[in-house]
């Protein structure tokens, strides 16, 4: 990014990269934990639990693209080492050890969730201080809160289903 680009930056682009690189530790945990998830899940509406998963890594995969892209526009550059996303990741990993359908849902609803908050108060960070990390941080939001929902709403499907 141009000199005049990172001078209309109202805050410390230091501690914004480092924000961004936490965010993307997550991406990158997040889709894993997606894209293994639909390879192994098992049991009740697999199908639709499957291709929801799928979709929703491809999701988390594009979001640490654009996380990326915005480091390197500041200047940063995303973590190179994947050990580091253990050390900087927000929302952690939850490995997919009971390939259950309505666990695996659990597990990623919890994923969202946190990262819901990550982007919720990334926005507030930069809040008329960056607008285009801003515009970023609330078009991912959008996405993990559709997330969320998506999942949410599978879980309650299979209630139905079940009674
Ligand atoms: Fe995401
Ligand atoms: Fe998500
Ligand atoms: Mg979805």
């Given at each position: 990014?141009?000199?005049?680009?990172?001078?209309i930056i109202g805050v410390d682009v230091k501690e914004l990269l480092k924000l961004l690189n936490?965010?993307?530790?997550?991406?990158?945990?997040?889709?894993y934990q997606y894209w293994t998830g639909a390879k192994v899940a098992k049991g009740l509406m697999r199908e639709p639990v499957v291709a929801e998963l799928?979709?929703?890594?491809?999701d988390e995969l594009k979001h640490a693209g654009m996380l990326t892209a915005r480091m390197i526009q500041l200047g940063g550059a995303p973590l190179l080492e994947p050990q580091d996303?253990?050390?900087?990741?927000?929302?952690?990993?939850?490995?997919?050890?009971?390939?259950?359908?309505?666990?695996?849902l659990e597990q990623n609803i919890k994923g969202e969730q946190c990262a819901i908050e990550v982007y919720k108060k990334l926005a507030e960070?930069?809040?008329?201080?960056?607008?285009?990390?801003?515009?970023?941080?609330?078009e991912i939001l959008a996405d993990e809160i559709e997330h969320?929902?998506?999942?949410?709403a599978i879980v309650d499907d299979m209630g139905l289903v079940c009674k």
């Open positions: 990014m141009g000199t005049k680009g990172r001078e936490k965010a993307f530790a997550d991406e990158w945990l997040a889709y799928e979709q929703h890594a491809q996303w253990y050390k900087e990741t927000n929302c952690g990993y939850d490995k997919p050890v009971d390939p259950n359908t309505k666990k695996l960070f930069v809040k008329d201080k960056d607008s285009i990390t801003y515009n970023m941080a609330l969320e929902e998506d999942l949410e």
